[in-house]
């Protein structure tokens, strides 16, 4: 499916995220992405939040990251997230991190809708609102 929706979240390199090179941890990413994702929610009208008071929960089934150029303090990380609906059962987060327009990381999270703590194809009432949005029919983006 063509997404039609892409957040772009802003996130400044803060020294905790750091080696002592002043390189970003690799551990930092999957933490920018899991922003990226909740900003993305928040923007596009549907807060995670809202889900979870739905009673649905999203765990990460399969997480990626590729290392392309090393983000450091002090750059500002713009993190690009797009949503995928893999089928029935399964949603796809793509994320691609640059610096100044220069792509430094790609990655990905594969999640899917919990309820009562077991897999479901139903999906929260507040999500039709990113499906829309993502399929294009929603020209309030």
Known sequence: MDNKFVYTAHIEVRFAETDAMGIVHHATYPI????ARTEFFRTIGAPYVE??????????????????????????ADVETTLELVDKLRCRFNYRVLVNGE????????HIFTKDGRPTRE???????????????DKNI
């Open 32 to 35: 920018w992405f899991e922003q």
């Open 51 to 76: 889900m979870e008071k739905e009673g649905f929960e999203s765990p990460v089934l399969e997480l990626g990251v590729q290392y392309k150029r090393s983000c450091r303090y002090g750059d500002i």
């Open 103 to 110: 792509l430094c990381t790609t990655g990905y999270s594969l």
């Open 123 to 137: 999906r929260p009432a507040s999500f039709s609102i990113v499906e829309s949005k993502i399929l294009g029919t």
